[in-house]
């Protein structure tokens, strides 16, 4: 294997600047000139705005201007969009409130956004945002999903009846009834997948700038996406021409999706940069990041699962209730209907699925995509179903599974959710896990720590998701308003190094070093001449981002696009300069040569001819510079078995991981260390969901109670185990690199295997997430004393 | 934060003098607690004094039987110090688990003492084990000092200088932590020795309290049996989004078991 | 306004400050150092640890003033001469870090255990970062590198 090459671990590229303090995130960016910027935030649910009085905030120290949503609305700044239209079960688009970045007849949820206050120094602003006076007039909150839809629940639109945004719907009805009727026995659950709240430890900072003299913005944001940013800013809520406005996303701190988006800050920094006449500068403060980042999740699902006497699955039926927030995120209608139910079918062949979805408004934060993004809900529905089908039906959980799963020899397998897998061998990962985990051993395990007055569970989770997000005409079928290929452009320099131009964006992936290990293995070149431009819409041909476990898959695979055309050009340039016919020419490890010769060219040399090209074929553009557009043909399917393992004292419910296996297929990998990372943090966070954490509002008041790191319970290093990650492999059949996508997949796979071990130890059926040890000790106890 | 003036005294009297000529002072030791309360803007005063630079009230001694511990001596210290760790381990484990290392770097004995919080470690550690808080003024035992929900004994222009503490035959402390924030959901320190027989709970009430019925059982027999049946009503325990009462209650009877058993070691 | 004077990685700085002023501000504003992060506000996530006399502390938490005529290192005062200190070469080696964000003061925070125990073991790691948050990693390689640093540093 070679040092550098596809499948080695190479350490990563970009790991010496941060380990030295050099990382530049946005908030270590200062603009000459700039000026702070502090946002007035609504301490109230819900309530109308009689009036804002900015008249002594204006003539605090410091301060430059106050603006408020009237001063936006008067420079027709638009409303901050959805980019995905759902369609309902009867055929109309979903429910579009406006969404305007600083509000102006009501404010709609805790921490939304009512005024600006623009100073010197970010303590003037904060100080005179204290002057501002807004009189509210206080309305009942809704802010419970599951009561959102009563009669006479507050309403948080006036265009959203019953605060309903969509009552959407997948696959049919009476045939799943009709699969139903046939069923040996049917397994029920009710449950809820808990509001979560993303915290990437950079929180979001934003600034803006206005070059009078060219009339053009640069905006450095913590994005994800830099190029959909500036699309949004310009096409939809700033009404710019898109070549005026500059979007930099430089390092940033993990994003989990919640840096996706276009929000409120980053679009009024940018416009009121020109209104001051000087860069504008916001940084979150962790508070503001708790009200005011989109959160994730937050789903009460009631699902059924019919099977015949052998718990062969013959029909799925689920209905849930998604809690969109106040207002629409970027994408907040994809979440929990494309990229949620068309998962249901997992990785077993039941035939028929029916899900409904019903989104609702309610007067709490925007609700969005977070790691996973659906597919976590999806996932969390089908494994707690089987789990407890297998224990209802007295079947061994692994062999439920095995029993339903699709055959390797079933592929491409025709999904009754939309979804077509390309490839898979979900067997060989539930006998590699069963193996890692010492399933047999497991009886023995559970009686040694019954010895200790202890109780052992184990937990199973057969995941699938559905990443590279995405083929753009299925997915503009389907509502989305953009499409979702990648651009990478591959510059050869005069002198052989390269720089590579990516529409992917790393914010903690290591694309810095996978892509150029990419480039280096394809194009035959040292890695250290291969640099990694990425985020900046200044210098890199439109591109999409990085989310849905989508950069290598995708991203990468634009890049391998845009290297076979420098192939392609070089070999015809090698030709030339060997006098030899270009089909004659064999391209190996960086070196043309003449079949069957001894003559051979450099790429180096190459790439020096063609930016010299004093012997140079006359049909030939000079330069060595190419720009490939990879629109993925399917989505790809990363699949795998995780096995968690906990001990659970009873008398006060304190539940330790004592072991972890996840066995994960993502087809090709180029850089194992870096995957097995993302396979971590995707568990991390997914054990976070199971175990600690937990968005709490207010059902009353509206406001949140888990608002810092006081009460939101982030998991910390004694909170987890060392995990044990194996892989399997079945490459990707439609995109040239055979890669899947690994992001997400722990954070998928994790809360039902945790929930699994634990209602196993508990010897019950259900619980819901997060499994405090409060609860843990409720049930135990309960569990005892029913024993008794 | 709002603005104030710091003061930095050499000398507690200069400490004194500072605190009693401000309009609106505030005594900051290790400023764990009041630093954070000053960034949320929650308090405005127009003076900070600050007891870091003052030697005298840092460090650890024996005297007259008892570790006395200087009112600005670190958590941290107090955890290594070899005196206290021979003397009278329950204490430097007690100190050894307040909030995390660089937290055990700064937060001092004396600060949180003063602050009292209800989830604070230290005032079991003060009522458990018997100790007495000197003082500008004079000196409070512990049972006199702790009076509600962070208050306590002290006079506006009163300093804490250090506590005195006996040295226990046997004593241990439990901690059940909330998983968040990693103050003390329920913590439980037990000791036998020249203050008697101690039982004392910190995190389950609006502030410390001893827990009588565990002390008269232990009074039998100092085992985990003896204490084995007492249990805590849950009426008038702290309950919130991280504990209810009533899981706080089976806390103190678990957290004193395991305290009891590690005493008896 | 009042002046504080202190020597951070190894100079000597002096500047004008208010009482309320952060030593995270210092730092970050003052001096430029931006290395130090500030990734709360209620002194848990550890991304703003640095030494101040040689005991890591959360550098939100303590003000400037009171840093007056102390030593300070911060991240940008680890590597000498070019040369990776043993944990922050240990951190790349065992993919230690992912966005890069909690890196510093988990950095600054496993160096400070090491000084107090040379040789921890699986636990004792996972409990000293009790105030360092780290999102990305699951804190998995973080423990395996400070694990491969002690031992590196013993060697």
């Known amino acids: 294997m070679p040092d550098t090459g596809i499948g080695a671990s190479v350490r990563r590229t970009e790991d010496f600047r941060f380990l030295t303090g050099q990382g530049r995130y946005t908030d270590d960016i200062n603009r000459p000139g700039q000026v702070h910027a502090h946002f007035v935030r609504s301490p109230h649910a819900h309530a109308k705005i009689k009036s804002v009085d900015t008249a002594a905030a204006g003539k605090a120290p410091g301060v430059l201007a106050v603006f408020t949503g009237a001063d936006m609305a008067a420079d027709n700044v638009g409303s901050l969009p959805c980019g995905w239209v759902v369609t309902d079960r009867h055929g109309d688009p979903h429910k579009a409130p406006a969404h305007f970045p600083l509000a102006r007849d009501k404010v709609r949820y805790v921490g939304d956004h009512v005024a600006v206050v623009i100073a010197q120094t970010y303590v003037q602003a904060k100080e005179a945002g204290e002057q501002v006076t807004v009189d509210y007039e206080e309305l009942p909150a809704i802010a419970s999903s599951a009561k959102a839809m009563d009669s006479g629940a507050p309403q948080v639109h006036d265009e959203a009846s019953g605060n309903l945004c969509y009552d959407w719907v997948l696959g049919d009805e009476a045939e799943a009834d009709a699969a139903f009727a046939k069923a040996h026995h049917v397994t029920r659950i009710d449950l809820v997948n808990n509001r979560l709240i993303p915290n990437a430890m950079e929180p979001r900072a934003a600034i803006g700038e206005y070059d009078g003299g060219t009339g053009s913005y640069t905006l450095y944001s913590t994005s994800q996406n830099p190029h959909l940013l500036k699309l949004i800013l310009c096409a939809f809520v700033l009404g710019l021409s898109e070549n005026k406005l500059r979007v930099i996303a430089p390092d940033v701190g993990g994003g989990f999706g919640s840096k996706i988006f276009c929000y409120a800050e980053e679009t009024v920094c940018t416009w009121a940069a020109k209104k001051v006449g000087a860069p504008v500068k916001w940084t979150a403060e962790r508070s503001e990041s708790f009200t005011s980042d989109a959160h994730g999740r937050d789903h009460i699902t009631h699902a059924e699962l019919a099977m015949d006497k052998d718990g062969k699955f013959l029909g799925m039926k689920v209905q849930t209730t998604a809690n969109l927030g106040a207002y629409l995120s970027s994408f907040a209608t994809s979440v929990p209907t494309y990229l949620y139910a068309t998962l249901l079918a997992g990785q077993y062949t039941t035939p028929v699925i029916f899900a409904n979805v019903k989104a609702v408004f309610t007067n709490t934060a925007p609700v969005d995509a977070y790691r996973g993004a659906g597919r976590p809900e999806a996932t969390y529905v089908v494994e707690r179903l089987v789990e407890v089908a297998a224990r209802e039906m007295k079947l061994d959980p692994a062999e439920i599974r095995r029993r339903n799963f699709i055959q390797p020899d079933q592929f491409p397998y025709q999904t009754p959710v939309a979804l077509q897998y390309d490839i898979g061998n979900y067997g060989q990962s539930m006998d590699k896990a069963l193996e890692m985990i010492d399933y047999q051993g497991f009886p023995e395990r559970r009686k040694a720590s019954e010895a200790k007055g202890k109780l052992r569970g184990i937990g199973f989770s057969a995941y699938i998701e559905a990443c590279g997000i995405a083929p753009s005409a299925v997915v503009g079928s389907l509502g989305a308003g953009v499409g979702l290929w990648e651009s990478a452009q591959v510059r050869f320099n005069a002198t052989g190094s390269v720089s590579i131009f990516t529409g992917s964006h790393s914010h903690g992936q290591g694309h810095e070093t996978t892509f150029a290990q990419l480039v280096s293995e394809t194009l035959g070149i040292p890695m250290e001449n291969v640099e990694i431009v990425h985020g900046d819409t200044g210098s890199i041909p439109m591109g999409m981002g990085t989310y849905g476990s989508r950069s290598l898959a995708v991203g990468g695979s634009a890049i391998a696009k845009a290297c076979d055309k420098i192939i392609e050009k070089s070999r015809k340039i090698a030709a030339h300069l060997m006098e030899a016919s270009v089909e004659d020419v064999e391209f190996d490890k960086g070196t043309f040569r003449v079949a069957g010769t001894d003559k051979e060219k450099s790429i180096a040399e190459i790439a020096f001819t063609a930016y010299v090209p004093h012997n140079y074929p006359a049909d030939l553009e000079p330069g060595l510079d190419e720009t490939a557009f990879y629109d993925p043909l399917n989505f790809t399917y990363p699949a795998g078995v995780h096995i968690c393992e906990v001990e659970i004292e009873p008398s006060t419910g304190e539940t330790k991981i004592v072991d972890w296996v996840a066995v994960d297929d993502f087809g090709k990998i180029i850089n194992p260390m870096v995957v097995e990372g993302q396979v971590h943090g995707g568990i991390a966070q997914g054990v976070g969901q199971a175990l600690l954490e937990n968005c709490v509002y207010d059902l009353e008041s509206g406001q949140l109670l888990t608002g810092s790191y006081m009460d939101y319970c982030m998991p910390r290093a004694d909170n987890l185990p060392s995990f044990r990650v194996g892989m399997t492999q079945t490459a990707c059949t439609h995109n040239p690199l055979g890669v899947k996508g690994c992001g997400e997949a722990g954070a998928i796979a994790a809360p039902a295997a945790t929930i699994n071990a634990i209602t196993d130890a508990l010897g019950i059926l259900s619980m819901d997430m997060p499994a405090t040890s409060e609860k843990v000790w409720r049930l135990a106890n309960q569990h005892a004393q029913a024993a008794e | ?265 | 306004m009042p002046t504080v004077s202190m020597t951070v990685n190894g100079r000597a700085v002096t500047g004008d400050v208010e009482g309320r002023t952060l030593l995270v501000q210092f730092l970050r504003e003052n001096l430029h150092l931006t290395g130090t992060h500030v990734g709360c506000d209620t002194s848990q996530c550890g991304a703003c640890v640095v030494h101040v006399d040689g005991e890591s502390v959360k550098s939100c938490t303590m003000l400037a003033l009171q840093a007056d005529g102390a030593e300070v290192t911060t991240i940008e005062g680890l590597a000498k001469n070019g040369d990776l200190h043993p944990v922050q070469a240990a951190f790349r080696e065992h993919h230690g870090l992912q966005c890069g964000f909690c890196t510093p003061g988990m950095v600054m925070s496993a160096v400070d255990l090491l000084k107090k125990n040379p040789n921890p073991d699986e636990g004792e790691i996972r409990e000293w970062l009790e105030g360092n948050i780290c999102r990305c990693t699951g804190y998995h390689n973080i423990v395996k590198a400070i694990q491969s640093a002690a031992a590196d540093m013993k060697g």
Do not use: C, W
Request: charged residues 20%.
């Open chain 2, 1 to 265: 934060m709002y603005d104030f003036t710091l003061h930095r005294p050499t000398s507690v009297d200069a400490a004194a003098a500072a605190i009693g000529g401000a309009s609106d002072g505030k005594i900051m030791a290790g400023g764990m607690t009041l630093i954070p309360t000053l960034k949320q803007r929650l308090a405005n005063p127009s003076d900070v004094v600050d007891l870091g630079a003052i030697a005298g009230l840092k460090g650890i001694r024996e005297e007259g039987g008892n570790i006395v511990i200087g009112a600005t001596t670190t958590h941290a210290t107090v955890a290594a110090d070899p005196t206290v760790k021979a003397k009278i381990p329950a204490l430097a484990h007690l100190a050894d688990g307040i909030g995390d290392p660089q937290v055990r770097n700064r937060g001092t004995i004396g600060g949180s003492i003063a602050n009292n919080d209800p989830a604070a470690d230290y005032p079991a550690g003060l009522v458990g084990l018997g100790a007495t808080v000197h003082t500008t003024k004079r000196q409070i035992p512990a049972d006199d000092f702790f009076i509600g929900m962070f208050e306590t004994a002290l006079a506006e222009d009163e300093i804490v200088t250090a506590v005195a503490f006996p040295v226990p035959e046997k004593a241990a402390y439990m901690k059940f932590a909330n998983p968040a924030s990693r103050y003390a959901i329920v913590g439980v320190m037990v000791s036998k020795g020249p203050a008697g027989l101690r039982v004392a709970v910190t995190g389950a009430g609006p502030s410390v309290f001893r827990l009588t019925e565990a002390e008269s059982a232990l009074g039998g027999s100092f085992t985990a049996d003896a204490v084995a049946k007492v249990t805590v009503a849950a009426d008038g325990l702290n309950s919130d989004m991280h504990a209810s009462a009533e899981y706080r209650a089976n806390l103190v009877s678990v957290m004193l078991k395991r305290a009891v058993a590690a005493a008896a070691g």
